[in-house]
């Protein structure tokens, strides 16, 4: 008879995230994880699989979690420009506290490419959610006279989309939140319309 597992599984793929979002793929060892996660060698492949499917399921897990953290932001919006704005300031709160200087949706682009086709596949569809979100918003920012009505709002969203990646970026590179919300301003001023 199978003994029960003595670990919560989200608890352990928490610390797995956080392994390879220091570490990455390739610098990540299963004795990294099995120390960090402090499971059995048997338990961790009985549970996730090899080192790679548990890698997937970390990486999907960050990114929805990261998609759900800044639409979160919205919360205090009453207007679909300020929707916009609470997620990058937001987001430069985030991406500025020291604990969150390494994306593990980041790394894995710079780490694997377009090289590994799951890889891209998770990260697309969390792109993907991010981008429908930001064209909403911002077709809704000009149709209440809050944008430039001559903004092209799916190059709009994807331009604050890639900010936010640049953010995460600068960030792991030492930026401030002070610096991260200079930049937010600057994606901001980009909506404006002409004065």
């Known amino acids: 008879m199978a003994r029960p597992r003595a670990f919560d599984r989200d608890q352990v793929l928490d610390i797995a995230i956080e ?20 499971i059995g060698r048997q338990s961790l492949y009985a549970t996730f699989g090899d080192k ?13 979690n990261s998609i759900v953290d800044l639409l979160d932001a919205r919360r205090e919006a009453t207007s679909p420009r300020q929707t916009i704005e609470a997620v ?3 987001f430069a709160e985030q991406a500025g506290e020291p604990s969150a200087n390494a994306c593990l949706g980041v790394n894995s682009i710079c780490e694997f490419g ?28 000009q149709s ?3 944008v430039d009505k001559a903004l092209d709002p799916k190059r709009a969203a994807q331009f604050i ?7 995460k970026v600068s960030a ?3 930026a401030d939140v002070a610096a991260l919300r200079n930049i937010a301003r600057m994606a901001l001023r980009s909506l404006d319309r002409p004065s």
């Open 88 to 90: 990058l300031f937001a």
């Open 144 to 146: 209440q006279g809050e």
């Open 52 to 64: 790679r499917s548990l890698y997937l399921e970390a990486l999907r897990r960050y990114n929805t």
């Open 161 to 167: 989309a890639v900010t936010l990646m640049g953010m």
């Open 114 to 141: 377009t090289s590994d086709d799951d890889v891209v596949r998770i990260n697309h569809e969390s792109g993907q959610t991010l981008q429908r979100f930001l064209e909403r918003n911002l077709r809704d920012a």
């Open 172 to 174: 792991r590179a030492g």
């Open 19 to 38: 392994v390879f979002r220091q570490k990455g793929f390739d610098g990540t060892s299963t004795d990294d994880l099995i120390s960090a996660m402090q």
